[in-house]
C-alpha cells in the first residue's frame, strides 16, 4: 500500500511534503505538553512553591528530555500510520460481521499490537516523569519472606501504569476503526491552518480526558478480574516476589486510591492529547486546499493541469482537491474560468470544457447508477445476492468514464455484486461503462452453507400477483416479507409471513418442525443482517465529490451567461441539466424509502469525523440548489434547450419555484 500510494507525482511531491510538516509540528508542539503534563502531575494544592519549584526542576531534568525524544519517535511512528492508513472516502461496514471482518483484519491487527506498542512507551516515559512509586518495576522489599535481604519485588504500580497505556493504544486504534478516524473530511469554509488549529484545540483536549476517563475505566475493570496474570508472568519471568506488605491492585482496596487513579487519568490523557494533535494537524495539512493550473505553462506541467489531474483514476486525495479547486474557482476566479471558456489554438475547440464537463457529468451519472441499482434491488423487495468471499470487504467500484451527452438512462440491470462503501471509486474498472453493473447493498450470503432455508425463500424471486407489486411509491404496494430483516419468529418456525396478494400457484412445502435451523447459522444470519442507516451512508460516502462537481458546473454553467464568449457551454447545457434532473428524481426516490431521512444520532466526544453521515442530505440540498441557481440565471430562455417532456416538465417545476 505504500508503494502504490506513492507512486503518484502528488503523493511524493504534496502530500508526503503535508505530512511531513504536520508530524514536524507535532514534534515541535512535544515541550508544551510535556510541561502541561509535568504540571499536572505534580500538583499539590496545599504546597504550591514546592509544586512550581519541583516542576520547574523536572523540566530541565535529563529524565525529562530524554522522554521528549522518545515521545518524538512515537509521533513519528503515529504520523506514518496516519499518512498511510488515511482516506477521503470513509469505509462504512453494512453488516455487523463487515465491522466485525474489519477489526480482525491482519492489517488492523498490526496497527492495534503497533498502537499498544508504543502506548506503553508512553506511559513509561509518563512513569519516569511523575517518579516516586511509579519509577521503576523492581523495588526492595519491604518485608522479605525470604531470608536473602537484596530480594527485589514487583513493583504494581508501574506495572498497573504500563499496561493501561497499552490498553489505551489498542482502544485508540480499535476505536479508529468503529469511528473511521483515518477519514479525511474537507471543511465547508477555508480557513487558515492556524486558525484551524486554535479552533480544534478545545476539542482535542475534551476528547482526550474524556475517552481518557472511559478507556480508564475499562481498564481497571479487565485488571480487576485478570491482572493476576500478568503481574505473574512478570515476577515468573523477571524473578521477582510480591510484596505481602502492600494491598494487590487487583483488588478494590488496592484500586480505591485517589491519588493512583489521578495519576492513570493524567497519563492516559496526555498519550491521547499526544495522538489526537498528531491526526488533526495531519488532517489540517493534508486537507488544505491546492491550486491546480487549468492551462499548463510548460509541455512537461501537462499532466499537472485540472483537466487531466480530474481525469486521472488514483489518487482519491489529488482528485478530491482537484474538484474542490474546480468548485472555487468557479465560483471566485474571473481569469480562470475565461481559461475554462477557452478555444485552443490551432484549432479552436473548446478542450478543457469537455474533459472538465464530461468527467463532472460522469460522476453524477455514476452515483444515479449506484441510486438507481439500490432502488431496484428495494423495489423487488429483495437484495442482491453477494459474493461468498466479499461480505466483509469493500470492492472495488467503478467511476468509469460515461458518455452523459443522453437525456435518459438506460434501465439499469439488477446489482449481481454487493455494495460497497466508494471507497477506491476513482479506481475504474476496464468496464466501468453506462451498462456496467453496479453495487448493490451487503445482503446475506445465500449460497453459505450457514445460510438457513427460510432465508433462501424470503429472498427468492416472486411472482408478481397484482399490478402494484414492486412498486414502492403507490399506497396499495403489496409487500412481501419484511424488507430489512426478516422476523424472528419467520426464522425460527423456518416459514414466511403470508402476502395479502392471492398466490398464483401453491409454493413449496415449509420444511418440518424438527429441521430448525442451528443456533450457528442463526447467530451468522443476524451477524449478516444489513443495518438500513449505515446502507444509506455507505451509498452517499464520496459525494463530496459529487457536492463539487454539482458546485463546479452550475456556477460555470452561471458564469458562461455573461463570460462565455464562443458559447462553448450550450453546447453541452442539455446534457447537464438532464443529468441533473435525473439524479434528482433519483434522490428523491431514495429519501422516500426506510431510514434514508433518519437523522443521525449526535456521536459522543471523539476524534473520529462524523460528517460522513450527513453527505446525503448536503448532497441532496446541493442538487437542488444548483439546478435552481441555473433556472434562476437563465429563466425562460431555457425552454429553447432541447429536452424530454418528462425533464421540461420536472425544470417548469424549478422555474415556477415550486421545487
Not at 494487590?248 to 491521547?272: E, K, N, P, R, V
Not at 489526537?276 to 499548463?296: A, D, G, N, W
Not at 447459522?521 to 455507505?538: D, F, G, I, V, Y
Request: glycine share 6%; charged share 15%.
Amino acid at each position: 500500500m505504500f508503494s502504490l500510494k506513492h507512486s503518484c507525482w502528488f503523493i511524493r511531491k504534496v502530500v508526503c511534503w503535508r505530512a511531513v510538516a504536520s508530524i514536524a509540528w507535532s514534534v515541535l508542539l512535544l515541550p508544551v505538553t510535556t510541561a502541561i503534563f509535568v504540571f499536572l502531575s505534580r500538583f499539590s494544592l496545599l504546597h504550591p512553591i514546592q509544586w512550581i519549584s519541583d516542576s520547574l526542576a523536572l523540566l530541565t531534568a535529563s529524565s525529562t528530555i530524554f522522554s521528549i525524544v522518545l515521545l518524538s519517535g512515537v509521533v513519528l511512528v503515529i504520523g506514518f500510520f496516519n499518512l498511510e492508513s488515511y482516506t477521503v472516502v470513509p469505509s462504512i461496514p453494512c453488516t455487523r460481521i463487515a465491522l466485525l471482518g474489519k477489526v480482525l483484519h491482519p492489517r488492523q491487527c498490526i496497527h492495534s499490537v503497533v498502537h499498544a506498542a508504543v502506548g506503553m512507551l508512553v506511559s513509561w516515559c509518563a512513569a519516569i516523569t511523575i517518579g516516586g512509586r511509579y519509577r521503576a518495576l523492581g523495588s526492595p522489599c519491604l518485608q522479605s519472606e525470604s531470608k536473602d535481604a537484596g530480594q527485589m519485588c514487583l513493583n504494581e504500580y508501574h506495572l498497573l501504569l504500563l499496561l493501561s497505556g497499552a490498553f489505551m493504544g489498542y482502544s485508540h486504534s480499535l476505536l479508529g476503526v468503529v469511528h473511521n478516524m483515518n477519514y479525511v473530511s474537507f471543511p465547508a469554509i477555508q480557513q487558515y491552518k492556524y486558525l484551524r488549529f486554535k479552533g480544534s484545540l478545545s476539542l482535542v483536549v475534551k476528547c482526550s480526558a474524556v475517552q481518557s476517563m472511559y478507556a480508564l475505566r475499562n481498564y481497571l475493570v479487565l485488571y480487576f478480574f485478570f491482572g493476576y496474570a500478568p503481574k505473574t508472568w512478570i515476577c515468573r519471568t523477571l524473578n521477582l516476589q510480591e510484596d505481602g506488605s502492600l494491598h494487590a491492585l487487583d483488588t478494590l482496596a488496592g484500586l480505591l486510591d485517589f491519588s493512583l487513579l489521578y495519576h492513570l487519568w493524567i497519563a492516559g490523557t496526555f498519550l491521547l492529547l499526544t495522538w489526537y494533535i498528531t491526526v488533526l494537524l495531519f488532517r489540517i495539512y493534508v486537507s488544505e486546499m491546492h491550486s491546480f493550473p487549468v492551462q499548463p505553462s510548460f509541455a512537461e506541467e501537462a499532466d499537472g493541469c485540472l483537466p487531466k489531474v480530474l481525469l486521472c483514476k488514483e489518487p482519491a486525495i489529488m482528485k478530491f482537491l482537484a474538484l474542490q479547486d474546480l468548485a472555487l474557482l468557479s465560483q471566485h476566479s474571473v481569469m480562470r474560468r475565461l481559461e475554462v471558456f477557452s478555444l485552443s489554438q490551432p484549432g479552436g475547440h473548446p478542450h478543457n470544457w469537455n474533459a472538465i464537463s464530461k468527467e463532472c457529468l460522469s460522476l453524477l451519472t455514476e452515483l444515479t447508477q449506484r441510486l438507481v441499482a439500490h432502488h431496484d434491488a428495494v423495489a423487488s423487495n429483495g437484495r442482491a445476492k453477494s459474493q461468498s468471499s466479499s461480505s466483509t470487504e469493500t470492492k472495488s467500484g467503478s467511476w468509469g468514464s460515461v458518455s452523459s451527452g443522453a437525456t435518459d438512462l438506460p434501465k439499469t440491470p439488477l446489482p449481481s455484486h454487493i455494495l460497497k462503501t466508494p471507497g477506491s471509486v476513482f479506481l475504474r474498472s476496464s468496464v466501468g461503462t453506462l451498462h456496467s453493473p453496479l453495487t448493490a447493498p451487503f445482503t446475506p450470503d445465500l449460497d453459505s452453507p450457514f445460510s438457513s432455508p427460510s432465508i433462501r425463500r424470503l429472498t427468492a424471486p416472486q411472482e408478481p400477483s397484482s399490478p402494484w407489486f414492486g412498486t414502492v411509491q403507490s399506497p396499495h404496494v403489496m409487500r412481501g416479507p419484511k424488507l430489512w430483516s426478516a422476523s424472528t419468529d419467520s426464522q425460527s418456525n423456518g416459514s414466511t409471513t403470508a402476502s395479502p396478494a392471492p398466490a398464483a400457484a401453491p409454493g413449496p412445502s415449509p420444511p418440518p418442525a424438527d429441521h430448525k435451523p442451528s443456533f450457528l447459522s442463526q447467530w451468522l444470519q443476524n451477524r449478516k443482517e444489513q443495518l438500513p442507516e449505515a446502507t444509506s451512508q455507505a451509498l452517499f460516502a464520496d459525494s463530496q465529490a459529487h457536492i463539487w462537481a454539482l458546485e463546479g458546473l452550475s456556477h460555470l454553467v452561471v458564469a458562461s451567461y455573461s463570460e462565455d464568449r464562443f458559447g462553448v457551454v450550450q453546447t453541452t447545457l442539455p446534457s447537464i441539466l438532464s443529468t441533473m434532473l435525473v439524479l434528482q428524481e433519483a434522490v428523491d426516490r431514495h429519501f422516500k424509502l426506510p431510514h434514508a431521512s433518519s437523522k443521525p444520532l449526535r456521536s459522543t466526544c471523539s476524534m473520529g469525523e462524523s460528517t460522513y453521515k450527513t453527505l446525503r442530505f448536503a448532497m441532496r440540498a446541493a442538487l437542488k440548489t444548483a439546478i435552481y441557481r441555473i433556472t434562476n440565471t437563465f429563466g425562460e430562455h431555457l425552454h429553447a434547450v432541447q429536452m424530454s417532456t418528462d425533464h421540461r416538465k420536472r425544470l417548469q417545476q424549478f422555474l415556477e419555484y415550486k421545487e
